[in-house]
């Protein structure tokens, strides 16, 4: 073999190993190891948030998403028959079993909970994970799916936690009708969290990100930078209610706080000293609650 074969020969060698290690980086966001139905229940069991689920009304749903994707679903009345509805929105790699926590809180307020599986988590089909890209378009058809099933007079919110917040916000792009958001930590751009998360995590240059981005969206068909709920927020006018830990390591609470600023409605931030990354509401449930009360009640008056 001539000597530029066996140069062509390692530099295609060297490429492809880039490109394979570009692969699993990307493939680590895009396809993570998810928590199972049954390892989330156990986990609200184990946090005392299980309760009364058992006991409850409920339904199971089958909603078809804006392409056909399948997404499962539980609907939960309030104890008392009324027009107020919420849908719980959960984090990156959980389940909808894991937004039982605020189910309780909710309920307690008059309103009807719908809990659901994001793309490609607990018993949906499983396949890639955008990080909110397609998440915030199933959010729209299950908030066009609610109207359909309850009526356009009814008042619809929506709750988020960690992706589920940032899915939230980035479905306000489609306009939806919705009176409030309850938005807990959630990132204000992708890009920054895995800049943060990278070194911390997997213990790799922060610069790795850039070019594990342009990879993700060749294989994903999306990129990092694209996902920037901050710059949805220069038009909302949606009441948001921005919550985050302060010892949150994972999603900084910095997040919220450039959030709350960038917004143009009405707004607040509230944040919990001893929390960590969607831990809010663990460190102190009381008080979530009055939070999330009083921030109702006030918009409630400004309608």
Not at 123 to 136: F, H, L, P, Q, V
Request: charged fraction near 20%; hydrophobic fraction near 40%.
């Amino acid at each position: 073999m001539k000597m530029w074969q066996i140069i062509a020969v390692l530099i295609a060698v060297l490429v492809g190993g880039i490109l394979i290690f570009l692969y699993k980086l990307a493939a680590y966001v895009a396809r993570p190891a998810y928590h199972t139905t049954a390892d989330m229940i156990e986990r609200m069991k184990e946090q005392g948030f299980w309760r009364d689920y058992e006991a409850l009304a409920k339904e199971e749903w089958r909603i078809s998403s804006y392409d056909g994707y399948i997404l499962h679903a539980t609907y939960i009345p309030a104890a008392e028959p009324g027009n107020r509805y919420v849908i719980i929105s959960h984090g990156y790699t959980c389940s909808r079993m894991g937004s039982l926590k605020y189910v309780h809180l909710f309920r307690q307020l008059g309103y009807n909970c719908l809990i659901y599986d994001n793309r490609s988590h607990g018993d949906n089909r499983r396949g890639i994970c955008t990080m909110g890209k397609r998440e915030s378009s199933d959010l729209l058809a299950l908030i066009r799916y609610v109207y359909q099933r309850f009526g356009d007079d009814i008042y619809l919110g929506l709750h988020g936690e960690s992706m589920g917040a940032a899915l939230q916000i980035l479905a306000l792009r489609g306009r939806p009708k919705v009176q409030f958001i309850i938005n807990d930590c959630g990132f204000a751009r992708l890009m920054d969290v895995i800049t943060h998360n990278i070194g911390k995590t997997l213990h790799l240059p922060r610069w790795l990100c850039q070019p594990v981005s342009v990879a993700s969206l060749c294989y994903f068909g999306f990129s990092y930078g694209e996902l920037k709920p901050v710059d949805v927020l220069k038009d909302n006018e949606v009441p948001i209610c921005f919550i985050h830990g302060e010892k949150d390591d994972f999603i900084p609470c910095s997040h919220s706080q450039e959030m709350y600023e960038a917004t143009k409605g009405y707004r607040e931030l509230h944040l919990f000293p001893e929390a960590e990354h969607a831990q809010s509401i663990d460190s102190n449930e009381a008080l979530y609650t009055q939070i999330v009360r009083d921030f109702l009640e006030k918009i409630g008056q400004k309608a």
